[in-house]
């Protein structure tokens, strides 16, 4: 797969993108009990933690950053762990959505990072992270819609924007029951090491490989262009 890492991302503090790709991935997959008491710890930390701790950690403020940077209102855009904190503590719950999805809603708790996940068979080469340069739409997951200005920061395939921000990813990549293969995709911030994200795709790996035999995961670093 080719990727390509555009140097307009570089002002913005990224000069690496960490990705993980997922072979024979069964998103109906069952839960083990060890995977279930994973997502408990996760859920019971989220319930009883606080927003502005949440929002003070250094790696939420990397993406605050990032966001006040180009411009956009972080009230309105807030960074994927707090919102997904908030999330559960409306709920009462963990969100359950599927079994990829929930294994790294979990390590986004547990790591802070942003982590978009795709089909991998619905994503046209190549994928571009960039500045969008443009006027352009972007259409999220369950939502309408969305303008896109000329210096919004997202990734894009050659189709479409499949995620925006490092707050949304795109309806048209999403995972459904048919998915078999996927890509996990942590762009991160000034505040993230390329180690540090290349730590929670182990887990993510490690996770999924407990609940899907014959799961192949490799990983990329990529690089910005000169």
Known sequence: MKLILDPSLVDLGITDIVVGLAQNVNPQAELTENLKNKQREME???????????MEHPITKG???????VGRSVKKNPPTVPALIRNIQSRGTMPHVNTIVDIYNVESLRSFLAIGGHDWDKVAEPITFTVSGKEDVFLPI??????????????????????????????????????????FIIVGNV???????LEALSRIAQDMSECMPGLVFTTKVIHAEA
């Not at 019971?44 to 502005?52: C, I, N, V």
Request: hydrophobic share 35%.
């Open 63 to 69: 993406y605050l950053n990032m966001m006040q940077s």
């Open 44 to 54: 019971e930390w989220a319930l009883s933690t606080s927003l502005d701790e949440a």
């Open 142 to 183: 369950l939502s309408t819609k969305k303008h896109v200005a000329e210096t919004d920061y997202l990734y894009r395939d050659a189709n479409g924007i499949m995620a925006w921000m490092g707050v949304r990813d795109g309806e048209n990549y999403k995972f459904d029951d048919d998915t078999k293969n996927a890509i």
């Open 191 to 197: 505040e993230t090491s390329i180690d540090m994200r």
